[in-house]
């Protein structure tokens, strides 16, 4: 299971897959980056960013096993995440905020499964994730209201971007505490009707 960094691991790994496939003949000025919520307020001219808004605990696969080490001990369940996170194409003129946006979510679809050797590819940790691990992608697309709450949240102080949704699914967080295992019992002994000792 994946160590406390797989938030930040699967962020950059995400923005990094689009930074390495980018067609430099075409988006010569494009950037990409992981957003915060000030970054709206002086948003990029060209390029994709990344916003992470919202993180839950996946109801879907809550109740995992204890992890078993190689050594064999047993740890707690490792918590399963799902990220959900804002992708936005900016543009100066219409024309490259679509085309952007176009490539981007192909790209993407190409890579809906990102293998542990990406996400340990870009952050300054590169074990976060164990070798079998892997994060699945999907676009999964805000209602209109919920999507207009979001960017009334974000207060961008120019045009809002084009947008889409994706989850970030099956980031399981592993624990360090360890399950300890006691013997069953054998006996019980009740002491019903004596008093207070004196």
């Not at 996170?85 to 024309?95: F, N, V």
């Not at 989850?167 to 967080?173: L, T």
Request: hydrophobic share 40%; charged share 25%; aromatic share 8%.
């Amino acid at each position: 299971m994946a160590t406390y960094a797989a938030i930040a691991a699967t962020s950059e790994a995400i923005i990094g897959l689009l930074r390495r496939a980018r067609p430099k003949d075409e988006f010569t000025k494009a950037e990409f980056v992981v957003y915060q919520g000030d970054n709206f307020e002086s948003p990029m001219n060209e390029g994709i960013s990344l916003y992470l808004y919202r993180v839950t605990i996946s109801a879907a696969r809550r109740n995992l096993p204890p992890t078993v080490t190689t050594d064999g001990r047993r740890l707690r369940p490792p918590l399963p995440l799902d990220l959900h996170y804002l992708l936005s194409a900016w543009g100066q003129a219409y024309d490259t905020q679509h085309r952007l946006l176009g490539w981007a979510m192909r790209e993407l679809e190409n890579t809906p499964i990102i293998p542990a050797g990406v996400l340990n590819s870009t952050g300054p940790e590169n074990d976060v994730f164990r070798a079998e691990e892997t994060v699945e992608l999907i676009c999964d697309p805000l209602p209109l209201a919920d999507m207009l709450s979001l960017w009334e949240t974000l207060k961008p102080k120019s045009n809002r971007p084009l947008s889409v949704n994706y989850v970030a699914r099956m980031v399981a967080v592993e624990s360090r505490v360890e399950l300890h295992e006691y013997a069953p019992v054998q006996t019980r002994a009740f002491d019903y009707g004596k008093g207070p000792q004196s």
